[in-house]
């Protein structure tokens, strides 16, 4: 039951697959129609006498897909979901949705072809999470993988034209931080669409917000943010000075050289992290628009360079409560600002006197970099400080 198989059978042994491989799994029939429950209360922990009830919220990004794509997402994206299909077979229509304007229509290009929609979500060790999603179309699938522990996907044989949903119960492993959450069809059975997607478990902690790193070693922290200028000059002189420096690109400058910014980042200390899709002050979008940028963002920066991010960096240091929320349903920990700015010929430090242990310092990838971070090691040798790598103070 891989949902990424593409096996080259004919399509009655794919059925006949399909249906054994569901009923090893449950032992049970496709699942019939059921009322949308809503938000409730679940057990948070599941294992031992500390089990609780708490009130539980839907973590899925873009959970109705009425989020509109942001200024510089991929083009033909659907916001907080990744397609193998891409365009050319998932697409948001306004074709008699569940609810509100919108939803996902998913037409496989060829026979050998799922349609699989998919994004990642955030969750907790030992805790018990319910998937849903309203769906139409025949052989529709729901599931979860990454959960730490077998799940039987939730799936139907047809809901005869009309909305159906389906829902899946799983609980995390115990080292489970993520789980990839994925819709699909059946080869060769046409198209089909979702709605109203759910992950309902307990909300994670807000994210940490914070501009230095509360530390008493001799250290100072050097940050790039955004990537639109990439000179030869900055990384000879990160290379020269085996310069530890966590990267905050947007995602279009780092898919256009990602080898360019894996260079710049072979230091040890060094990482990349996000830094949302489109540059948006995001205390102008709710939550949910917010858990978009931040999400995506992710995405882009693990497909293109392997680690998912645990920082974020919002833009012009904007940032409110829904930020903190939304960063960590992305699965991100620390909120980061700064507290001195070298960026385009500044010195400017936040607070009195030399730089001090723990401090960030803000720079960005432009054709002065290379000067810029001189200046800044100046200052930091100036004050007795050595760059250190944030991936190797917060956790």
């Not at 039951?1 to 449950?26: F, G, N, Q």
């Not at 306004?94 to 037409?107: D, F, M, Q």
Request: aromatic content about 8%; charged content about 15%.
């Amino acid at each position: 039951m891989c949902s990424s198989a593409r096996p080259s059978v004919p399509l009655p042994l794919r059925l006949s697959a399909l249906a054994a491989s569901v009923t090893l799994l449950t032992g049970l029939a496709a699942p019939a129609a059921t009322a949308d429950p809503g938000p409730g209360l679940a057990p948070a922990v599941t294992d031992g006498p500390s089990a609780q009830a708490v009130p539980t919220v839907n973590l899925a990004t873009n959970p109705g897909f009425e989020a509109p794509s942001p200024d510089l997402a991929d083009w033909g994206s659907i916001p907080g979901w990744s397609c193998t299909g891409g365009p050319a077979e998932a697409a948001v229509t306004a074709t008699a949705p569940h609810t509100g304007t919108s939803a996902l229509t998913v037409t496989p290009a060829n026979p050998d072809s799922t349609g699989e929609c998919a994004q990642t979500v955030a969750v907790q060790p030992n805790t018990t999470y319910t998937a849903s999603a309203w769906v139409r179309g025949d052989f529709v699938h729901l599931g979860a993988t990454g959960t730490g522990k077998d799940v039987a996907p939730a799936w139907t044989e047809t809901t005869h034209g009309g909305w159906q949903r389906l829902s899946t119960r799983f609980t995390t492993g115990p080292n489970a931080r993520s789980i990839r959450l994925y819709v699909h069809g059946w080869y060769q059975q046409g198209p089909f669409s979702v709605d109203d997607v759910r992950v309902d478990g307990p909300a994670p902690a807000p994210a940490a917000p914070a501009g230095s790193v509360a530390t008493s070693d001799k250290v100072v922290f050097f940050t790039v943010d955004d990537g639109w200028q990439r000179t030869p000059e900055a990384e000879r002189f990160i290379a020269d000075h085996r310069l530890p420096i966590t990267a905050f690109p947007l995602p279009m400058p780092a898919a256009t050289d990602p080898a360019f910014f894996k260079r710049v980042t072979a230091v040890p200390g060094s990482s990349i992290q996000d830094h949302s899709v489109s540059h948006t002050d995001l205390t102008t979008l709710p939550l949910e628009r917010q858990q978009v940028e931040i999400c995506d963002a992710r995405d882009s920066m693990t497909r293109l360079f392997g680690t998912a991010p645990t920082f974020f960096r919002p833009p012009y240091f904007t940032w409110n409560a829904d930020t903190l929320q939304a960063a960590a349903n992305c699965g991100i920990r620390t909120v980061l600002t700064a507290d001195a700015d070298f960026s385009w010929g500044a010195s400017n430090i936040w607070h009195p006197g030399l730089l001090q242990p723990g401090d960030v310092v803000l720079v960005h990838w432009t054709d002065t970099l290379a000067a810029d971070l001189q200046r800044a090691l100046t200052a930091a040798d100036a004050a007795g400080l050595k760059p250190a790598g944030l991936v190797d103070y917060l956790r």
